[in-house]
């Protein structure tokens, strides 16, 4: 079995301050995905990256930057922080071969003051 | 577009008593669409709960099926007698082969009282 683990669970920031979350896997998958849950709505995707030093945007890309440096590891960056976006952002991890099945860190809480 | 509707929530049944939490997409952009369902139990992360790849097929764990019809666009949680520890919140999710996005529902909480 693999981990995915994401830090920190809580990043506490001011508003218009860049905040840095990181992603680390050792499910040796190809692809990565960071995901953004705000209270009572479903998952939204932010990017994803089908391999090291790869980057696509998802639909909720404005406002964020992502770095994968390394196949392991994936970093979302809110460039600006805003109130209106504290919310629990989900990393994520898969590989082809088990039907796209998503393997998910606990999550990382912002919080904007 | 590509959507997926489910079961607002929150939910309340009591143990040993019948489970059905709906779910619905809509696949426009989806050539074969993969359906799964991920559950969040209390203090835990996000994990698959179950997932069926072909329309027509049933996919089960720990109790709970759902089977993938493709007529209806549906894919429905059901557990026939439900556990106090399958208390959690369910999300319903849409994909395909690729690498593109996964469609979420906004997910069920479901409470089991003892």
């Known amino acids: 079995g693999g981990i995915i683990t994401q830090t920190p669970k809580f990043l506490i920031g001011q508003e218009g301050q860049k905040l840095t979350l990181k992603c680390q896997q050792n499910?040796?998958?190809?692809?990565m995905y960071w995901y953004r849950q705000d209270s009572g709505k479903g998952l939204r995707l932010i990017y994803y990256?089908?391999?090291?030093?790869?980057?696509q945007k998802g639909d909720l890309s404005e406002g964020y930057d992502a770095s994968r440096e390394k196949k392991s590891s994936f970093s979302l960056t809110v460039t600006s922080a805003q109130k209106n976006e504290m919310a629990v952002f989900l990393c994520?991890?898969?590989?082809?071969?088990?039907?796209?099945?998503?393997?998910f860190g606990e999550g990382s809480r912002l919080i904007v003051v | 577009g590509d959507s997926v509707t489910q079961t607002e929530g929150p939910v309340t049944v009591s143990e040993s008593e019948s489970l059905i939490i709906n779910c619905t997409y809509s696949?426009?952009?989806?050539?074969?669409?993969?359906l799964f369902w991920y559950v969040r139990y209390p203090g835990e992360g996000l994990q698959l709960l179950l997932k069926?790849?072909?329309?027509?097929q049933k996919g089960s764990s720990r109790g709970f099926e759902a089977t993938y019809n493709k007529e209806t666009t549906s894919f429905h949680l059901q557990k026939a007698s439900v556990q106090e520890s399958d208390s959690a919140v369910y999300y319903c999710?849409?994909?395909?082969?690729?690498?593109?996005?996964?469609?979420f529902g906004k997910g069920t909480s479901l409470t089991v009282i003892p």
């Open positions: 994520a991890s898969s590989i082809r071969s088990s039907g796209n099945t998503l393997y």
């Open positions: 069926v790849i072909t329309a027509g």
């Open positions: 696949a426009t952009s989806i050539a074969y669409p993969n």
């Open positions: 999710a849409l994909g395909d082969q690729g690498y593109q996005n996964f469609y």
């Open positions: 499910f040796n998958h190809d692809t």
């Open positions: 990256s089908i391999t090291e030093n790869d980057l």
